[in-house]
């Protein structure tokens, strides 16, 4: 098996590793350990903070220990099949003396002040590209950011290189992500998410490889190389599909650079001019992968000023980041002999439109629809049962969510998870009500989570699933059937038996499955840890339950 390894850079490719994740819970990726480094300047930001957290509680999850998360073991066949290992860099422009370029240049030192700041205004306008606050990323100047980001990693190498066991955490991680890149070189395939019409993504795909590279020689004096040639790089080249208010005169002259959404579609030209001309991307990269969207962007204007990053830019999630996550599954998946390429070879994938909007089914994320509705369709399932069934969206007493679950396994005299704790389950019911599902604010309002967000960004048009398994009013929610979430009805849980009925009881139908030996976890699952085998017991009765053959 080739190691796996993924690059989320800006706060785009933070909500397309979002997506990556969650398709991870899925059990998408079985029997897999994948190394992910989150990348940005900005060290703050929002959306970056929220994928950080969802990975430290996937690991928890994963965890047997409380005590000891470390992140469990790879498994198959079931919910958060694979192992992820986090690691944490960005580039630090907080301090007084790096905040902008002119100050990190250090043109204005020595000798050579007035040659230094003619060359540098050849390149970048100063008073404005050289003068704005890079603690917020490049805001889609990306001939600066190209410089400064392979910058930031080549420094990060050389503070590490001299500084050791004294550098930032930030530069460890990076160390230990590059320690194992180098020595998985011969079996490795890397993914890079990010996009190509703003600032920080659309910076670093094209100069990443190299960085790596780089780093990798500086780190090891030159005893070690990173082959370009040998590792597999794929990438998502993410067109615009968002939009925001333009920034005021007065925030531009504050600032001195804003991105202007209005610019975006111009910025996806020129890099796609870029991507295909230029040598060194097309020889680093085996693969790309370019995601549009076809309609008007989602508006993520916020009060005030435009939001340029840290903490408030916390944007909602995307089906288009979910492609994107899909296309890394392609690129992990497919044969070797499908990445002997030598020059970049760029893959697209049309969808149904009608109505004034798409039209999704699972064959237009991946080649196995079938195989995709069903494991998103069996996590959404357990998702409703947890939160909607056993309240976890609303209440926060012992008998709710994965608890009172549990509870109802033992009345059925299923006692094989019983020493499951209180904490444990509450990790779990956090995973679906703050991360994948939803919750219940105090007044009864609903906070969406990643599979609502998704199926919001698609609307008027449809995702999978049908109307009835999105309902958002707390007095509706008890009402959901789990068992009849899908568009097409050969997923549904079978309506033959007669047990459905207006009183909608498929947690109970899912329940007694959970007696037959044929959900029982298997062998070929690898599941050890009481969680583990309580995961692969439910997977296996839901996948039974809505007639998808386990055993494929």
Known sequence: MDKLFVIAIGGTGMRCLESFVHLCAMGMFDNETIDILTLDTDQSNGNKGRVEELIDLYAKIKSDDENNVNGGQPNADTFFSAKLNLYRFYTKYTD?????????????????????????????????????????????????GSLLMYHGII???????????????????????????????????????????????ASSIPVIPVALCDAVR?????????????????????????????????????????????????????????YQADP?????????????????????????????????QKNACHVVELMCACAAYDFFRIGREDLNNDTAKYYYRTVETSNGGVQLRGSDFIANGDMFEDKLGALFSLAHIVLARYEAAWADVPTAGTRGLLNRFALQNIHDYDTISVEQAKDIDKYFSNYFGYRFDNEGQMQKGWIYQIRDSVLPGRFIFNDEAFK????????????????????????????????????EVLIKKLNDDGTRPRADQNVQTTKEKFFAHVHNAISVTQNFDIAK
């Not at 240049?105 to 002040?113: A, F």
């Not at 040659?115 to 001939?143: C, I, K, M, P």
Request: glycine share 10%; aromatic share 10%.
């Open 155 to 201: 420094e990060a190498a050389r503070n590490i290189k001299n500084n050791g066991d004294d550098a930032s955490s930030a530069e460890k991680d990076l160390r230990t992500f590059l320690e194992h890149l180098q020595e998985n070189q011969n079996d490795a395939r890397v993914f890079v998410f990010g996009s190509i019409f703003g600032g920080t993504g």
């Open 472 to 507: 958002e009013q707390l007095k509706d929610m008890k009402s959901i059937s789990c068992g009849r979430l899908f568009v097409d009805d050969k997923h549904n849980w079978s309506k033959l038996s007669g047990v459905f009925s207006k009183a909608d009881n498929s947690d």
């Open 280 to 312: 060194t991307v097309r020889h680093t990269y085996k693969r790309f992968y370019h995601v549009g969207w076809p309609y008007e962007g989602l508006d993520v204007s916020s009060k005030g000023r435009t939001v340029t990053g840290g903490k408030q």
């Open 218 to 274: 500086i780190l090891s004096d030159g005893t070690k190389r990173l082959d370009t040639s040998v590792v597999k790089f794929g990438a998502t080249l993410l067109t615009n599909y968002f939009t925001f208010t333009s920034p005021d005169n007065g925030q531009k002259q504050d600032d001195k650079v804003v991105a202007e959404s209005n610019n975006f579609a111009l910025n996806c030209q020129a890099a796609l001019q870029f």
């Open 96 to 144: 007084s003396d790096r905040k902008n370029y002119k100050l990190l240049s250090k043109q204005n030192s020595g000798i050579s002040k007035g040659e230094n700041t003619d060359l540098a205004s050849l390149f970048f306008d100063g008073g404005t590209v050289q003068d704005f606050d890079l603690s917020h990323g490049y805001r889609a100047q990306t001939h600066l």
